[in-house]
């Protein structure tokens, strides 16, 4: 069983610029959730897919969009980069089970804005 | 709104002592609750979950946690630390309901274990 991965491992971009995180969910889940984990910081909910939908959101401006494709991989793209989103992202897989909610996170893309 | 407080962000324990990770959490529904442990550079792993059956819980690694609903806490312990405990360790509340989709994360512990 493969479990998340996520691509690439470390990015560097400057203000200003986008960037496009993947991310490839764990066989037979077809959820794909994403947060941003700052230094020091706890994760924060951005959104999650579900059979290419946004199933929910956090509070993140739409520069921070996504995509989720019929393989239930999943992109997150984030326009106008500013100093701040600087952190660690992570991908994490789920099935949709009402309540109960188990996410496998992936080992995240750690990306710096310069 | 749903929150999780988690009580001192580093915690310093000698190996073989006992580990005791506060965790608090606000929830105005039934709760599900989870500890995950990061490694540096690594994701997150599940240690243990909390979904309304059994209050005390029993996970990876030795670990376990009860769950105090009239004191809304799910501490984390472990009897004897071992110095590959040694990382951060994440509370998190799923809410339930509409919100039921994500997850609520404290700020974090360092656990660091002293040979």
Redesign the interface.
């Known amino acids: 069983e493969t479990g ?1 991965t996520q691509s690439p491992t470390h990015l560097i971009k400057t203000r200003g610029q986008q960037v496009t995180l993947r991310c490839s969910s764990q066989s037979g889940h077809n ?1 794909v ?1 994403w ?1 941003q984990q700052a230094l ?6 951005i959104f ?1 897919y ?1 059979r290419e939908e946004e ?2 959101r ?1 509070n993140f401006p739409p520069r921070f969009s996504g995509l989720q494709f019929p393989n239930y991989s999943s992109e997150l793209n984030v326009n106008a980069l500013e100093l701040d989103d600087s952190a660690l992202y ?1 991908c ?1 897989s789920s099935l949709p089970s ?11 893309t750690r990306l710096t804005v310069l | 709104a749903q929150s ?1 407080t988690q009580l001192g962000s580093h915690v310093s324990v000698s190996e073989g002592a006992l580990v005791l990770l506060r965790c608090n959490y606000s929830s105005s529904v039934p709760p ?1 609750l ?1 500890w ?1 442990v990061q490694y540096p ?6 240690l243990l ?1 909390y ?1 309304s059956a059994a209050t005390l819980v029993k996970g990876i690694n030795g670990f376990e946690a009860e769950f105090k609903k009239s004191e809304t806490s799910f501490h984390l312990t472990k009897p004897s630390a071992h110095m590959s405990d040694a990382a951060e360790y ?1 509370c ?1 509340v ?1 809410p ?2 509409d ?10 512990t360092r656990l660091l274990v002293r040979p």
């Open positions: 998340v959820t959730s947060y020091g910081q706890g994760p924060q909910f999650q579900y199933n929910g956090g992570l994490a009402g309540n109960y909610n188990e996410q496998f996170f992936g080992p995240g | 999780v599900y989870f995950y550079n690594q994701g997150l792993q599940l979950k979904t994440f998190a799923t339930g309901g919100s039921s989709y994500k997850l609520i994360f404290g700020s974090g």
